[in-house]
């Protein structure tokens, strides 16, 4: 005889916990459960490109975040300190829901969406960074990342330069990367060290 089935099953869980202990809500993300060493910790072992790149270790994300912000850098010299650290901090939601290649983020369509946005507004609010990155930032960080994307893209990922043109657009002339993946920890570490920086002249400057 069959055991009566169990009709009063508990809710999905829906938070995750992180190494620091902190419990982060994923429908209702708090600011106080997002510390910089869990986001570091957790995007040094995110790989770009579904992890399909060369060398003896993945890409990171964490990796990728240093390396736009200092392309935001290149481009705009005389960019404010919180404005780095949006570029910094521009992926900082992968830290709980990975990365995720563009053709599967369109078929997930808006619930993911309205995940990562949920995930970075709390984000932003732990480091006092507009809810809302201003357009000029956002296009600022958008060529950033293109530039970086072609050069994973063409070094790492096994794509020709003109497959990446049409991708990502060409990169501006005398903007060079030679692009080697770092081992988790050093990643990491590279990451807490550069939010540290910005986070300090940011405090610095209030």
Same mark, same amino acid.
């Given at each position: 005889m069959k055991a009566p089935r169990n009709t009063q099953s508990s809710p999905p869980r829906v938070w995750q916990r992180m190494l620091s202990g902190r419990r982060l809500d994923l429908l209702d993300p708090s600011p106080m459960d997002i510390e910089l060493e869990d986001i570091a910790h957790g995007l040094?072992?995110? #790989?770009?490109? *579904?992890?399909? !790149?060369?060398?003896?270790? #993945? +890409?990171?994300?964490a990796q %990728?975040?240093?390396?736009?912000? %200092?392309?935001?850098?290149?481009?705009?010299?005389?960019?404010?300190? &919180?404005?780095? @650290?949006t570029a910094l901090l521009h992926d900082a939601s992968e830290y709980v829901i990975g990365d995720m290649i563009s053709p599967f983020k369109a078929v997930l369509g808006d619930s993911y969406k309205d995940v990562e946005s949920?995930? !970075? %507004?709390?984000?932003? #609010?732990? +480091?006092?960074l507009r #809810?809302?990155?201003p357009v000029r930032l956002k296009r600022l960080i958008k060529k950033a990342d *293109?530039?970086?994307a072609w050069f994973e893209a063409t070094q790492l990922a096994g794509f020709s330069p003109e497959e990446a043109d049409l991708l990502f657009g060409c990169p501006p &002339?005398?903007?060079? @990367?030679?692009? &080697?993946?770092?081992?988790?920890e050093a990643a990491q570490a590279d990451l807490i060290r550069h939010s540290l920086a910005v986070l300090a002249i940011i405090e610095a400057s209030s």
């Amino acid at each position: 005889m069959k055991a009566p089935r169990n009709t009063q099953s508990s809710p999905p869980r829906v938070w995750q916990r992180m190494l620091s202990g902190r419990r982060l809500d994923l429908l209702d993300p708090s600011p106080m459960d997002i510390e910089l060493e869990d986001i570091a910790h957790g995007l040094a072992r995110v #790989a770009r490109w *579904n992890g399909q !790149t060369q060398g003896q270790h #993945a +890409f990171s994300v964490a990796q %990728h975040s240093v390396l736009v912000e %200092h392309l935001c850098c290149q481009l705009h010299p005389d960019l404010p300190a &919180k404005s780095r @650290l949006t570029a910094l901090l521009h992926d900082a939601s992968e830290y709980v829901i990975g990365d995720m290649i563009s053709p599967f983020k369109a078929v997930l369509g808006d619930s993911y969406k309205d995940v990562e946005s949920r995930l !970075t %507004h709390a984000i932003h #609010a732990r +480091f006092g960074l507009r #809810a809302v990155i201003p357009v000029r930032l956002k296009r600022l960080i958008k060529k950033a990342d *293109n530039i970086c994307a072609w050069f994973e893209a063409t070094q790492l990922a096994g794509f020709s330069p003109e497959e990446a043109d049409l991708l990502f657009g060409c990169p501006p &002339k005398g903007i060079w @990367l030679d692009l &080697k993946p770092q081992a988790p920890e050093a990643a990491q570490a590279d990451l807490i060290r550069h939010s540290l920086a910005v986070l300090a002249i940011i405090e610095a400057s209030s």
